[in-house]
């Protein structure tokens, strides 16, 4: 989940949101992309999620030719979410995206099932 965007966050918070051990805040800031000067205030609204293009569902015949100008957010760790990523409509990870058929940006169908858990990806036609 995201981190707040005011007041205090504290290393714990941090660690929690990229999954680390360490408890060095240049180690953390460096892990996030963050670059030096390290500070606490890089990490106002983080989050640890993954932003991709995509479309609006649509059914099986018509989605590739949806245009993919919807941002989404994926819990993987490459750009598109692959199978068994989860995809959430929020950058907090509190909204799954709905079941059904969906165009990401490098012209690929993603299955969403239940949860918004990526069951297929095949290329488009």
């Known amino acids: 989940m995201a981190l707040q965007n005011s007041g205090a966050i504290a290393i714990s918070e941090i660690k929690a949101e990229l999954g680390s051990n360490s408890s060095s805040l240049t180690t953390l800031s460096v892990a996030a992309g963050k670059s030096a000067p390290h500070g606490m205030q890089e990490f106002y ?3 640890s999620f993954q932003t991709f293009q995509g479309s609006t569902a649509s059914d099986l015949l018509n989605v590739c030719s949806q245009s993919t100008n919807t941002q989404y957010f994926h819990d993987g760790s490459s750009s598109i979410p692959v199978v068994n990523d989860v995809v ?4 907090t990870g509190t909204t799954h995206l709905a079941q059904g058929f969906y165009k990401t940006s490098n012209s690929f169908i993603m299955v969403i099932g239940s949860n918004g858990v990526v069951t297929n990806m095949t290329e488009c036609p």
């Open 45 to 47: 609204g983080f989050s």
């Open 88 to 91: 959430f409509t929020n950058n």
